[in-house]
T-cell receptor, first 112, second 113 residues
Framework: RKEVEQDPGPFNVPEGATVAFNCTYSNSASQSFFWYRQDCRKEPKLLMSVYSSGNEDGRFTAQLNRASQYISLLIRDSKLSDSATYLCVVGERGSTLGRLYFGRGTQLTVWP | SQTIHQWPATLVQPVGSPLSLECTVEGTSNPNLYWYRQAAGRGLQLLFYSVGIGQISSEVPQNLSASRPQDRQFILSSKKLLLSDSGFYLC????????????FGPGTRLTVT
C-alpha cells in the first residue's frame, strides 16, 4: 500500500480555469502536510504547507481532512506558468527524523 | 539565508564505474540531510538520511552508500554502478521547526550506460 496516493493526471486546462488536485495518505499518525511543485527536469520546490484549518496563498488554497486522510489543492485563475507536476507530501510523527513521503505527482498543463 | 548545492549537475558513467556525488548546505548548522532518487516517471525514493556527522541511516539496501564527513557536507557514493542506478539524485535539508519542511538542491542527473 502506497503511503501517499495521487491522481497522476494529466490535467489539461485553459488559462483562467480552476483546477483541483486530491491526495490521500495511509498513516493516520501523519503530522505534517505539504504541496510541492516540480518543473520538468528540476528539483521539487515547496509550494505551501497545509494546515488543519486550511490555508490560502494567493490563487492557491490547500485543505486537510484528517478524518478522511485527504488533502486537496485548488488553483484558481490558472496561468501558463502553473504548468508543472504537483507533489503531495506527508510527514510522519517525530520531527527529529523528518521523514517525508511523496506522492508520484499530478501533472498539470495550462494552455493558452 | 540557506542554500544547498549539488554537483555535478549531470553525469554519464559506464556500468561498473565508481560514483561520488556531493551536497553542501550553507547558512545553517547541524541540519538533517537526505538523499533521494527519482527514476524516470517515478516518485521520489528516500535513499539515506543523516542527523549529524558520521550518522547515516539507509532506507533501501543497494549498492550505494553515503557519508557525512562534515556538518554541512553529504556524499553519495558507489563502488560499481548498475544500469538501474540511473536517475535524478536530489539532496535535501530539513528546517528544524514546525512544520519541518524540506528544501532540495538542484539535483544531479545520472545516466549509467
Amino acid at each position: 500500500r502506497k503511503e501517499v496516493e495521487q491522481d497522476p493526471g494529466p490535467f489539461n486546462v485553459p488559462e483562467g480555469a480552476t483546477v483541483a488536485f486530491n491526495c490521500t495518505y495511509s498513516n493516520s499518525a501523519s503530522q505534517s502536510f505539504f504541496w510541492y511543485r516540480q518543473d520538468c527536469r528540476k528539483e521539487p520546490k515547496l509550494l505551501m504547507s497545509v494546515y488543519s484549518s486550511g490555508n490560502e496563498d494567493g490563487r492557491f488554497t490547500a485543505q486537510l481532512n484528517r478524518a478522511s486522510q485527504y488533502i486537496s489543492l485548488l488553483i484558481r485563475d490558472s496561468k501558463l506558468s502553473d504548468s508543472a507536476t504537483y507533489l503531495c507530501v506527508v510527514g510522519e510523527r517525530g520531527s527529529t527524523l523528518g521523514r517525508l513521503y511523496f506522492g508520484r505527482g499530478t501533472q498539470l498543463t495550462v494552455w493558452p | 539565508s540557506q542554500t544547498i548545492h549539488q554537483w555535478p549537475a549531470t553525469l554519464v558513467q559506464p556500468v561498473g564505474s565508481p560514483l561520488s556525488l556531493e551536497c553542501t548546505v550553507e547558512g545553517t548548522s547541524n541540519p538533517n540531510l537526505y538523499w533521494y532518487r527519482q527514476a524516470a516517471g517515478r516518485g521520489l525514493q528516500l535513499l539515506f538520511y543523516s542527523v549529524g556527522i558520521g550518522q547515516i541511516s539507509s532506507e533501501v539496501p543497494q549498492n550505494l552508500s553515503a557519508s557525512r564527513p562534515q556538518d554541512r557536507q553529504f556524499i553519495l557514493s558507489s563502488k560499481k554502478l548498475l544500469l538501474s542506478d540511473s536517475g535524478f539524485y536530489l539532496c535535501a535539508w530539513m528546517v528544524t521547526r514546525v512544520p519541518y519542511e524540506q528544501y532540495f538542491g538542484p539535483g544531479t542527473r545520472l545516466t549509467v550506460t
